[in-house]
Structure formats: C-alpha cells, structure tokens
C-alpha cells in the first residue's frame, strides 16, 4: 500500500487541485495531508478529499515525520501541495518498491527559462544522488524509518534524508516527470532564485546552521534591490 504524505501551510489556492488529482488513486493509495498551522481554509478543503488530515506545529520536516508515523503504507510517497504525479506513477514506484528514489521535474509556468531550470535540476540530481522535495521523493517505510526519518531541520531537510538515504543504496531516478508549480521563480526571479537556492546549498555543504539559513532564504526572496 501507498501513503501519500502532503505537508501543508495556508495552500487553499492550491491544495484543491492537488487532491482532486489524486482521487483517481483512491483505490490504491492513503492520502494524508498534515496541516501546519494553517489560517486560511486549507484544512476545510482538504479534509473531505483524504483518508487523514492531521494538525502540526510548522515545519515541513515536523510535518511530514508526523505524516510518516500515521502512514499505513509500506511505501511513503511526499509530495508538496503544487505539484502533481504523473499518471503511471504508482506502478513506476511499486517496480522499485523496495528502494528510494524521485522522479524527473518539469516546472510550471510562462517563463521560458523553467525548462532549462527543470533540465538542470533533473541533471544535478543524477549526478549527485540528491534529490529535492519538488521532484517527490519516495521511499520503502522501513528504509525510513531506518534512517530516522527527516532531520528536524528548518530547510535542507529534504537533502539531508537523501544525504542519509544514499549511504545505504543509491536513488531510483526515474524519467517520467512530475509538474511543479514554478512560482517561486516568476515571483522573485529566475536569476535571483537560482543564485540564492546555489548560495544556501554551498553554505549548508560548510556546515552553516539550516535555522540561519532558513532566515538567509526568507530575507533573499523578499530583498529588492
């Protein structure tokens, strides 16, 4: 059995169309969103599309630790509240059903640039082994749990369970693409986003403490020159 775990904060403009995407997989899968916190209506519109919504104190890595340990599927599946799976996913995932890994990205959106954002993305990640939470990372329950799950982490948490994962096989790194939202670059920026997100990871491989850089990546996106 698969669990979908979504991690979510205030995502009412998205979280209705992430979850009406995944009731063709009712029948096969346990779809779990955990709430953060939230002040908009996340949780109202949520609730009547899964099989559990659980409330969180904030924090993606708390969030989707919470979600794992209410999991029933022996296959955990994390996904973020703006991107969708590709239709054969599933059956892609139960092929490799006793490993980890993540699937190609594509992001979403009118800017030319986010497919070359995307290629460099799936690339990085082939070369690495490290994958990132957009490109939905999956992983046996049992393997998690074996690794402890996500570091509690204010960000890189994503890469520090993968960093983990890694040392006992390396990641199924499938083709197929998930679309995610590509937001985050329209909002702010391509350039200034890509050397931000370049800039936090490099600090993280030195050691910087992920709550200063959690505070370096909310400062970055906001500053305008």
């Known amino acids: 059995m698969f669990s979908i775990i979504i991690p979510a904060l205030n995502e009412a403009n ?36 899964v099989d559990k919504i659980i409330k969180s104190s904030k924090g993606r890595a708390k969030q989707m630790n919470k979600g794992a340990s209410n999991a029933a599927g022996d ?5 973020h509240a703006d991107t969708f799976l590709p239709e054969n996913a599933l059956n892609l995932i139960q092929q490799n059903h006793l490993h980890w890994g993540r699937f190609d990205i594509q992001l979403s959106g009118n800017l030319a640039m986010l497919k070359v954002i995307s290629f460099f993305m799936n690339w990085r990640s082939r070369l690495t082994g490290i994958a990132t939470g957009d490109q939905v990372i999956f992983v046996n329950k049992h393997l ?17 369970l993968c960093s983990k ?11 197929e693409k998930v679309i995610s939202s590509g937001r985050r670059w329209e909002q702010y920026g391509v ?3 890509i050397l931000l997100m370049w800039s936090l990871r490099l600090r993280y491989f030195f050691g910087e403490n992920p709550e200063v850089l959690s505070t370096l990546y909310s400062r970055g996106l906001f500053w305008k020159p």
């Not at 209705?16 to 779990?32: S, T």
């Open 75 to 79: 296959m955990l599946i994390f996904l």
């Open 165 to 175: 994962l890694k040392k006992i096989s390396q990641p199924i790194c499938l083709k």
């Open 191 to 193: 350039i200034k986003t």
């Open 14 to 49: 998205n979280i209705q169309l992430c979850l009406d995407a995944l009731q063709q997989f009712r029948n096969q899968v346990e779809i779990i969103v955990v709430d953060g916190g939230s002040t908009d209506h996340t949780f109202e519109i949520a609730e009547p599309l």
């Open 144 to 160: 998690f749990d074996q690794v402890g799950g996500f570091p509690d982490l204010a960000l890189m948490e994503d890469i520090s």
